[in-house]
């Protein structure tokens, strides 16, 4: 016999085990059970087969790691005496078992009915949906699974209440309150999972598949099969089977403005939903990509993945940033050898053309300050905006084209705004708010008199405008 058989004992009673693991028990010449609150020890003792449990070490470890490592230990030392047969109720889901192989120890496996196996029988009995393809999750590994809600789930070693209302609280992130699950052979409601009788070392849970439709809350896994859904030739959506990368162009650049005017509303409700809308703008954009063997969702993700480790050296890497200033230093140096941009002009011409023209002028500003070409001060800066505005009037009093004067008027207002701390296409926007606000008051104000706008000059506006301006800045 191998130094160390592993023995699957089955999900409770004796009568699960199988006719090999019987035998092994019967001749191994030690034999420790993971626990004695299982069947097979009465058969042990009714067999007159001598055998040990580690249930003393479950009154001893501060936490479910400190059990499992110390059991393992524990097998590891007895091991070191002579050939060791270690029964467990499932190798497959046993954390024991998984240290013993994590650190190299080598073991043969009895295979038997698993947890799985048993869960699956008694969904067939129930009302609930059974299914082939179940993930088994220890019960304190819940915390840190993903779960997919299109697959039947098997919490395993549900030991405790405590334990068992930590689990419901990751599944009801993903299922609804009510969702039915299997627990000690009957079906209970999910949000009680923590308030039945008792719970023991092969407790579990059993989560069926869930419907789409079904759910209280979804996953990135479950956006993808919509859009695959609706994308699906014959009996998918019409519009959504005609949209191209190009049609959908547009919807990206509105769903990213009604992003940030959440954010600048405070709403974050709002917050949630447009981003949301925003990632499925990138789903959608996969999903065309997919259908036409370009790329798929896997190659954006695996982009933006390998993107962030590549430019955050500091935290993946060797490389030493000990400010936010720094950072950005390490990233623009990243990215330019990533890109091959060998100047300063190279990275200017590097970005998208098709910014709003606002905040390109201020990127291309950020890239000549990392040079040096840059005041230190706002107000120097606008110094440069007296200048330009000169040369604007020039112009105009010249009875000439002041296009290009008028461009070089924004560009250094950019550069003040920028040098103040001020975002200029951000500031544009609150300004033009500013102004539909003052103008329908001062409408009203006018109608309030009697009068109407369109008869009115234009010194006569201003008054009510200038009327409307002391009113706000009155204003505590």
Known sequence: MERLVIVALGPGHAEDMTLQAADMLRRASHVLLRTGRHGAAEWLRGQGIPFETL????????????LNQNAAAEVLRRLSRGALCYGVPDPLTDA????LKAGGTAFTVVAGV???????????????????????????????????PSLPLLVTELNSRLLAGEVKLSL???????????FAGAVIPLDTLDRQ???????????PQSPLGERGRYTFGDLLDIMARLRRPGDGCPWDREQTHETLREYALEEAYELVDAIDRGDMPAVADELGDVLLQVVFHAQVAKEHGVFAIRD?????????????????GELACETADDVLRSWEAIKKKEKGLQSSVDSMRDLPGRLPALMRAGKVQKKARQVGFDWDDPLE?????????DEVRRELEGGRNPEDELGDLLFAAVNAARLAGVQPELALGRATDKFIRRFERMEAAIAADQKRIKDMSLPEMDAYWDLIKRSEREKP
């Open 300 to 316: 954006v993700t695996s982009a933006i993945c390998h993107k962030m480790i590549t430019r955050h050296a500091h935290i993946f």
């Open 55 to 66: 249930d003393a070490l479950y009154g001893r470890a501060e936490d479910f790691d400190a």
């Open 114 to 148: 698993t947890q799985a196996d048993h869960a699956r029988a008694r969904a067939l009995e129930s009302p609930l949906p059974a299914d082939d393809r179940v993930t088994i999750v220890p019960a304190i590994e819940m915390c840190a699974h993903r779960i997919n």
């Open 381 to 389: 800066a606008l110094q440069k905006v007296a200048e330009e505005t």
């Open 172 to 182: 009801l992130d993903v299922y609804a309150p009510e969702r039915r699950v299997l």
């Open 197 to 207: 009788a008792g719970y023991g070392h092969l407790s579990y849970a059993y989560v």
């Open 96 to 99: 024991t078992v998984a240290a």
